[in-house]
Nanobody, 121 residues
Framework: QVQLVESGGGLVQAGGSLRLSCAAT????????MAWYRQGPGKQRDLVAA???????NYADSVKGRFTISRDDSKNKVYLQMNSLKPEDTGVYYC???????????????WGQGTQVTVSS
């Protein structure tokens, strides 16, 4: 069974940094395009950053210049380096993406369980 497992969340002061990790586990052939989403208190889940299988990246305007998404295909992992954190970055961060379980089939879309990031002022 395939799972996306996030880690690295926590409590940090404004201006600090955190690095989130997302590991695809289970019977995996490879990972496809991946993304990080954020859901703040009382808000909808929004895209924070995305990365294609070729390494092209896209960011929400609110995090450009502060966050960096990257991937390690040899480990089936995706990362989100978050610098200069602000209180408005607080929320549950979810990993999302396509996972190939075989070279013969299209990728399935999966979500992680989320990891809490809290930025204090």
């Amino acid at each position: 069974q395939v799972q996306l497992v996030e880690s690295g969340g926590g409590l940090v002061q404004a201006g600090g940094s955190l690095r989130l990790s997302c590991a695809a586990t289970g019977s995996i052939f490879s990972i496809n395009a991946m993304a990080w989403y954020r859901q703040g208190p009382g808000k909808q889940r929004d895209l924070v950053a995305a990365i294609t299988s070729g390494g092209y990246t896209n960011y929400a305007d609110s995090v450009k210049g502060r966050f960096t998404i990257s991937r390690d295909d040899s480990k089936n992992k995706v990362y989100l380096q978050m610098n200069s954190l602000k209180p408005e970055d607080t929320g549950v961060y979810y990993c999302n993406g396509g996972v190939y379980t075989s070279r013969y089939y299209s990728p399935y879309d999966y979500w992680g369980q989320g990891t809490q990031v809290t930025v204090s002022s």
